[in-house]
Every structure is written in C-alpha cells, then in structure tokens.
C-alpha cells in the first residue's frame, strides 16, 4: 500500500457521501500551513434558496471565517486541503464515521467506526456558531442572567459574557480532541456551582453541534444541585443531571471531557486527577487560590527583594502551581494550553490550563526531568498533583 492510498480512499468516500446525501460534518484538524492561528476547519452542509452548499467554517485563535461553497467546487477544495494544509481528518456520516490521520513521521492511517448519530441539518444559521441557540434563553432566565424578554439583567453583563465565551472557547477546543463520534459524549462539570456553563456546555454539544452529550454537574451545596435539577427537567433538558458531592471524593469510571473552573487551591489537582483517572480526552480548568506552594517557594537571590512584597509573592506562587499543573500534565500524556480564559476587567481568576489527551507516549524521563527542574528552582518538595500522580520531585 502507498502512502497515497488512505489519503485517496478517504477523499473518495467525502465526495461520495457529499454528493449522495449522507454526509452530516467533517472537521479537518492539525493545520500545517503558514497560517499559525489557524486551528481547524469544520464543514457541514447547508441549503442556500434551495440548493445544497456545504458551510466552511475556519476557526482561528480570535476569530471565525465562514464561506459557502457549491458541492462540487468543496469537494474540490478539500481534497486539496486533506493530507496536504490538515495531516487530521474526521468525516461523519450517516453510514459510518472515517478518520485520516497522519504521525510524526507524515505516514497516513485510515480507520472507521459506527455511524454518527448525529443527523444532517442544511439550516444556515447565521449567528455565529459558536454562540448559544435560541433555547438557551429558557434557563439563562431560570438562572437570573436574562429577563423574559431575553434582556441582560442588571448586574449579569459579566456573567453572560463570561458563558458566551466559555463556549466560544469549548468549540475550539472539542475540535482538536479525540471525541467519541458513535457514543454520546461524557461530560463532567466539577464544582459547577450556580451551572450557568454546565448548561451552557449541554447546549453546545446537544443544540449547536448536534452531537449527543451527557453532561453531570457535580456541586458540594446541595441547595444548588436541587435547584439546577429543576431547572434542567423543566427546561428540556435531558442530558444534563447535576450530583451533590465533592471533587476529591467523585468516582468517574470513564469520562470524555472534565471541566472545572475556580475550584480553590488544591481542589483543582482534586479535578485534575480525577480526569487523567477516567481517560478524558479534554481536561479545562480555571485554577484559583493557589496557596499550596507559597510556603515552600525558595526563589533566586536576584527575586528576593521583590518577593518580600505580598503581592509578587502570591503572583509568583500562582505562576509556579500553574507551571508545574502544565508540566505534569505533559508528563502525563497531554497536549497543554495556557491562556486568558476572559479579561482581568471582568475577573481576576482568568488563566485557563486545557488539556488534550495526545496519542503516542507519555510519563518519559525528559518530561519527568522538566518538572524537575522547575520545581528544584523553586525549592518545592510537594505538590498535591504530583503526589497523586505518584511523581517524586
């Protein structure tokens, strides 16, 4: 077999699935062009005054370009793009799913799974994608966010804010992991709190994307849990279910995504683990209160007269957690972002860690050796994602 021939055989089926009918999306990832914030492409089709077209959407960093294209004339782009600009691709039809990847080496590999059950949708939705769908406005209102109009209410402009962007944030993000295509896929929110982005998270899998998702809030107040349960029920909601319980003590035998954001100091490791444990292809947190390390931080003598500044001290301590979560992470087997989650005008817990479960190695004495040396630079001899990691530093 020539490396051609996977390539080959997967363009052959798009066109064929395009063109019969069965074709519901295909996201092309692991760009290779010059084009450096570029992160995927995500195409599906849709009906412009009655005539078939298939909707590109080019996601970068900080935005989104849309472009409609004529069935044979995307066909024809896309088999240009596939193998050459994106070494990722999945289709997702209504036979079976198919995937084109290709490793370090450039050698291409074709695999195939069950069907979708996802179902082709031709509706041009011109709101951009990445936003919530009209049937969110139901339990944005439940929740306090809007009025019954659909209004913003006084007080909740950051907060509303924040969900859109939580959800922009997501969409790119589950494009470049491995996701389950022939499954529903298994969320958990941990410490979801009030689950105005546990909500937020059902919709975007269920009602944007059109691909099933369970979705379990898990909050330690069980006055919330109640409450959230109520409004998922009446709201139609039937993927979503919230759970009392804590972080550290949660038992997930097998998870797709988990999420957390602002669980306080080590809660966050708590979270971590948790996801590592399941096999989750996507781990997003927002850490917060990161107090473990401060006690222990011995920085250089040259950071010494600036250390004794509370502030800088508390600063430094939250780059150094975050800095090894990263790292382990790393060690672990993932792929790490680190990044704004949404501007410091709005909240000052704005670092964002994600990370996407990577094939191939893991745990390999480099990546053990570059925790090492940064916790060794600091003087730390504990930390509580290492410890149940079982990593010695």
């Not at 195409?43 to 080019?58: A, N, Y």
């Not at 250390?307 to 087997?333: K, M, N, P, S, V």
């Not at 745990?363 to 504990?382: I, N, Q």
Request: hydrophobic residues 40%; charged residues 25%; neutral net charge.
């Amino acid at each position: 077999m020539t490396d051609r021939e996977p390539r080959q055989e997967f363009i052959e089926e798009l066109a064929a699935t395009v063109r019969a009918g069965g074709f519901v999306r295909l996201t092309l990832g692991k760009p290779r062009g010059s084009d450096q914030t570029l992160r995927n492409l995500m195409v599906r089709p849709v009906s412009l005054r009655g005539t078939p077209h298939l909707l590109f959407v080019w996601r970068h960093e900080r935005q989104d370009i849309t472009k409609n294209r004529p069935l044979e004339e995307a066909v024809t782009e896309l088999a240009a793009l596939v193998g050459t600009d994106f070494h990722s691709a999945h289709l997702f039809t209504t036979g079976r799913t198919t995937q084109l990847e290709y490793n370090k080496k450039g050698e291409p590999r074709l695999t195939h799974g069950p069907a979708t059950e996802e179902k082709p949708t031709t509706t041009h939705d011109r709101q951009k994608s990445r936003l919530l769908p009209a049937e969110s406005q139901v339990w944005l209102h439940a929740l306090g966010v809007t009025t019954a109009t659909g209004a913003v209410r006084e007080g909740m402009a950051d907060k509303h804010r924040q969900i859109h962007k939580f959800v922009e944030i997501l969409s790119h993000l589950a494009a470049d992991a491995a996701l389950p295509a022939s499954r529903p896929v298994e969320i958990a929110d941990m410490g979801c709190g009030k689950g105005y982005l546990t909500f937020a998270i059902h919709d975007y899998f269920n009602r944007v994307e059109w691909r099933p998702a369970n979705v379990q809030g898990l909050e330690a107040r069980p006055e919330l849990v109640e409450k959230c349960g109520e409004i998922a029920q009446s709201t139609g909601c039937a993927r979503l279910s919230f759970h009392a319980g804590d972080i550290a003590s949660a038992a997930f035998t097998a998870l797709d995504v988990l999420i957390a954001l602002h669980a306080c100091d080590t809660a966050t490791d708590d979270a971590i683990i948790q996801g590592v444990q399941a096999g989750a292809a996507l781990i997003v947190v927002a850490p917060c209160c990161q107090k473990e390390l401060r006690p222990q931080l011995r920085a250089p003598a040259v950071l010494a007269p600036a250390l004794r500044h509370g502030i800088f001290q508390e600063r430094h301590a939250e780059f150094a957690t975050d800095a090894l979560r990263a790292l382990l992470l790393e060690w672990a087997g993932y792929d790490t972002k680190v990044f704004e989650f949404i501007s410091t005008e709005h909240t000052a817990k704005n670092v964002m860690i994600a990370a996407t479960k990577r094939r191939g190695t893991s745990r390999t004495e480099e990546s053990a050796a570059k925790v090492r040396e940064l916790a060794a630079f600091y003087g730390v001899k504990t930390q509580a994602l290492a410890r149940q990691f079982g990593f010695v530093l």
